[in-house]
């Protein structure tokens, strides 16, 4: 594939390789850093159901697809209409008991769907979950890069990206067999994940704020967003 003028594209690809591990590493040394990781794949993962298991759920308690459609277009009509307005407020608040708050209300949307078997459980838990991803998301991602080393903010936000990639991965195949063996199990797992995820993050902010460790390219860091 690669010919002799084109062997810059070896070391490039090398390269990269290595800037990814070296991103990594850095990054799961920092433990402040690996928490955050940690109880960000809680939510992943209960972000991952909603376009798997919560279809099935849907189907199986009698409603046709087209119910699915509107539960789905919810989520989307809720944030166009609520994210921005929601984010003067959200952005006053400590960023780790925002991600917190976010993280159980995602959780919590989704275990709602234990009790479901109405169009109403299904907007309701819906827009719960809406909710804690219109509070969470956005402010974890500034929370991420905070945290980060300035010259590695970019390859830190790819770790986190990572864990939604991971996610994704195992997120779907891991809740369609949950949902076979017992679809309650499926969704009060979900919302135990928030939860946990919620408790972790105000473990966060409860830490003493810590330098990130230094890259080996760069000795200066930025300074952690504080919590």
């Given at each position: 594939m690669f010919r002799n003028g084109n062997r810059n594209d070896w070391k490039n690809v090398g390269k990269a390789f290595s800037s990814i591990a070296t991103a990594c590493g850095c990054a799961l040394r920092d433990r402040r850093y690996r928490r955050f990781l940690i109880a960000a794949f809680?939510?992943?993962?209960?972000?991952m159901q909603m376009s798997s298991t919560?279809?099935?759920?849907i189907r199986d308690a009698g409603f046709a697809e087209n119910i699915y459609g509107c539960v789905l277009g919810l989520n989307g009509l809720l944030i166009i209409l609520i994210e921005l307005p929601l984010i003067t407020i959200t952005q006053r608040w400590k960023p780790a008991t925002a991600i917190a708050i976010g993280y159980g209300l995602t959780g919590t949307g989704f275990a709602c769907f234990a009790f479901g078997g109405s169009i109403g459980a299904y907007a309701a838990g819906m827009a719960v979950f809406t909710l804690g991803e219109m509070i969470s998301m956005p402010i974890a991602m500034a929370y991420a890069a905070g945290l980060a080393p300035e010259d590695m903010r970019g390859r830190y936000l790819g770790v986190?990206?990572?864990?939604?990639g991971c996610a994704l991965t195992v997120g779907p195949a891991t809740g369609l067999t949950l949902f076979e063996v017992s679809p309650t199990l499926l969704w009060l797992g979900c919302g135990a994940l928030g939860w946990i995820a919620a408790l972790i993050s105000l473990d966060l902010s409860a830490q003493r704020v810590e330098p990130a460790p230094k890259s080996k390219t760069e000795p200066q860091t930025a300074e952690a967003l504080q919590v």
């Amino acid at each position: 594939m690669f010919r002799n003028g084109n062997r810059n594209d070896w070391k490039n690809v090398g390269k990269a390789f290595s800037s990814i591990a070296t991103a990594c590493g850095c990054a799961l040394r920092d433990r402040r850093y690996r928490r955050f990781l940690i109880a960000a794949f809680g939510p992943a993962f209960v972000f991952m159901q909603m376009s798997s298991t919560l279809g099935m759920e849907i189907r199986d308690a009698g409603f046709a697809e087209n119910i699915y459609g509107c539960v789905l277009g919810l989520n989307g009509l809720l944030i166009i209409l609520i994210e921005l307005p929601l984010i003067t407020i959200t952005q006053r608040w400590k960023p780790a008991t925002a991600i917190a708050i976010g993280y159980g209300l995602t959780g919590t949307g989704f275990a709602c769907f234990a009790f479901g078997g109405s169009i109403g459980a299904y907007a309701a838990g819906m827009a719960v979950f809406t909710l804690g991803e219109m509070i969470s998301m956005p402010i974890a991602m500034a929370y991420a890069a905070g945290l980060a080393p300035e010259d590695m903010r970019g390859r830190y936000l790819g770790v986190y990206g990572l864990v939604w990639g991971c996610a994704l991965t195992v997120g779907p195949a891991t809740g369609l067999t949950l949902f076979e063996v017992s679809p309650t199990l499926l969704w009060l797992g979900c919302g135990a994940l928030g939860w946990i995820a919620a408790l972790i993050s105000l473990d966060l902010s409860a830490q003493r704020v810590e330098p990130a460790p230094k890259s080996k390219t760069e000795p200066q860091t930025a300074e952690a967003l504080q919590v």
